[in-house]
């Protein structure tokens, strides 16, 4: 009997506003319950700094399961710290293979590699990201969490320069989160940037995007 075949991700994707060949690649990573499209509404955005870059929006690997409809990367019907850390392990692996297939499929460097992502998919850039063979330019994550704190510094293989940004009236996922992953991330000696964004729920805003477009601009060496 042979075995089932791995899961492989698929989304929308955008070539570089350029024209030209791929310099970077961006990884935009949905929140649960949507999926690749919702975030590569973000492309024509990023270009104006990056244009240079392809962008890729994966549909997560699993059908929503509290919807009719949606992605998830991993299930949030038992939200216990030992549920979520098992789900985004149990994922990585997904991800990371997609990640590869990308970087060949666009002919980049794994080093010029960004992921953006929100809320679960925050979760999942910062867990594979800081286990690359190869350390990823940047993270920029919006509304998420760093998941299994305390395994880090035995597991840590990257340090790319993190962006971490957060309302602080998310009602969905704690503020505090963002103090939590700064100081773990500090820690093990990561890069990271923080930002709280005062009035803001569970979403990104305009301040909060433009703060992320100069930050992957400064991380290239695009902008200053």
Partial sequence: MSS??????????????SGGPAAQLVVLLHGVGVDGSDLIGLAPFFASILPDAAFVAPDAPFAF????????????????????????????????AYIDEQVALWGVQPADVALIGFSQGTMMALHVALRRAVAPAAVVGFSGALVDPDELPKEITARPRILLIHGADDEVVNPNCLKGAE????AVGVPVLTELRPGLGHGIDGPGAEMAMGFLGQVFGISD
Wanted: glycine content about 6%; overall charge neutral; proline content about 14%.
């Fill in 183 to 186: 100081q773990a991330l500090t």
């Fill in 4 to 17: 089932p075949s791995p899961v492989k991700l698929s989304g929308p994707s955008v070539e570089p506003a």
């Fill in 65 to 96: 399961d509290m919807a009719p409809f949606g992605r998830q990367w991993f299930s949030l019907q038992d939200r216990s710290i030992p549920a979520i850390s098992a789900g985004v392990r149990a994922t990585a692996p997904i991800l990371e």
